[in-house]
Nanobody, 125 residues
Framework: VQLQASGGGLVQAGGSLRLSCSAP????????VAWFRQTPGMDREFVAA????????YYADAVNGRFAYSRDTARNTVALQMNGLRPEDTAVYYC???????????????????WGQGTQVTVSS
């Protein structure tokens, strides 16, 4: 399963970035595609995901209201629009996919078997 995240970069606090994840054949049920992020020395942290069955979108509390998850099944891509960026959003962002995620483990990195290579987001203060 080939996943590829792109769109990271350097931005000032308050700015915006749009990340994209190419996920051929993985944007429809039963696949769940999620975004995680990781800072050095820390575990990967859940950011957002659209659950495979209901299509409901879940966000981490830290990003709710600032980030927006979207899916384009025709182009096999998932996007993460990040607005109001803060220095604490600085991390490597990954997209991940799995055909067997349930709502109770949707926020856990262990639920996802397939990962993209990550894209660096740096927010300066």
């Amino acid at each position: 399963v080939q996943l590829q995240a792109s769109g990271g970069g350097l931005v000032q606090a308050g700015g915006s970035l749009r990340l994209s994840c190419s996920a051929p054949g993985r944007t429809r049920s039963p696949w769940t595609v999620a975004w995680f992020r990781q800072t050095p020395g820390m575990d990967r942290e859940f950011v957002a995901a659209m659950h495979r069955s209901a299509g409901r979108i879940y966000y981490a509390d830290a990003v709710n209201g600032r980030f927006a998850y979207s899916r384009d099944t025709a182009r096999n891509t998932v996007a993460l629009q990040m607005n109001g960026l803060r220095p604490e959003d600085t991390a490597v962002y990954y997209c991940a996919a799995s055909p067997s995620v349930i709502t109770s483990n949707l926020r856990s990195q262990s639920a996802y078997a397939y990962w993209g290579q990550g894209t660096q987001v740096t927010v300066s203060s």
